[in-house]
C-alpha cells in the first residue's frame, strides 16, 4: 500500500437487517439455507466497502456471533454456562460464558481460512483477515480443570491462534490482524501483554496488525478508556500495524502518536462507531489533521474507531462513505 491514507475497516462490518431476521430464526433453517443467507452478506458487505471506496476489504465478519463467540464451537475442552445475567440494559455479563474442563484444541481450526477463501472469490483488492487475540478468548473462560493456571491456558490459545494464522498464509493471506480489546483493560502488566503478542504471531510471514480498543459490545466500551498503561512498553510489540480507536473520545492521547517508531504504521480512528451521528468528510480530514501533528502522514492508515456490528448498516455506510472521502480530503491538500 504506497498510496497516502489507505482507508479500511477496523474488521467487521454492519449486518443487514434481512440477517438479523435470519438469525433468530436460524433453528428453522437447513444448513444449506444458513450457508446461503451468510454468504450473501459478506457479498453485501464487500458491495458496501468497495462502493464507499476503501482500499482494503474485509469479509464484515458476518459469519461471526458477537466478535468471539462462534469460535467456542469450535474449541474442545469446554462445557457451555449460561449468562450470569438475561434481563435488563444490555452488558458484558450477558454473554454465554464457558467452564475449562480440559486441555483446548481446535481440531478443525478457528474456519477463518474458510472466511479468507470465500472472501478471495469476490474481490481483487487488498484483503484483511481478523484473529481474536488469546487474551481476549480467554475472557468468558471458567478454568475448572485442565490447566494450573490462567496464563498456561493463555498460551494454549495463543498456539491456537498462530496456528490458524501460519494457514492463512499458506492459502495466501497477506494482511492480518490480531484482534485484543482485552489489552487495555487488563491489568496485566504491558511488557507481559507485549510477549504474548510476539508469542501468538511467532514464526507468521505476513504483515500482522494489532487493534487495541476498549470493547464495543452492544455499543458499550468494557472498562476505562485510556492507553497510557499500555504505553511506551506495547511499542516493542513485533507489529506492523497499530489500529487506535480516538474519534469517540474527542481524539484524546493523541499525543501518543509521537511514541511511535517512524517505520510503524499507525491505524487511527477517525469515525465513532458507538454514535450515531454521522461524520462529514471535513470532520474525518480534521482527525487526519491532528495527527498528522503527532506523526508522519506516510505512516497513518485511516479507520473507524472498532468494527461496526453494533451499528446500523444504514449508519455505518454513511461513515465509511464519509472516511473515504475525508482522506481524499486531506490527500488532495497534500497534493
Known sequence: MTQLFPTELIGSYALPSWLHVTLQHRAELGGDDLDESLDDAVRLAVFDQQGAGLDVITDGELRRRDFIQSFYDRLSGLRPLPPARRFG???YDQNPRHEVVGKITAPRGLGIVEEFLFLRTLTGAPVKMCLPGAMTL?????LQTGYSGKDELIEDLARIVNTEMKALVKAGATLLQIDEPRYATSDADAKKL???FNFTRRGVSASVGLHLCFGNFKGRSRDRRDYSTLFPAIL??????FNLEFANREFAQIELLKQFHADQRIGIGVVDVKSYFVETPEDVATGIRRAMQHAPAANLVITPDCGFNHCPRHIALRKIQSLVAGANLVRREIG
Not at 480467554?138 to 471458567?142: C, F, N, Q, S, V
Not at 516493542?236 to 500495524?241: S, V
Request: charged letters at 20%.
Open 89 to 91: 440494559a444490555a452488558g
Open 138 to 142: 480467554a475472557l468468558p473462560l471458567l
Open 194 to 196: 507485549v510477549d504474548l
Open 236 to 241: 516493542a510489540a513485533e507489529c506492523d500495524q
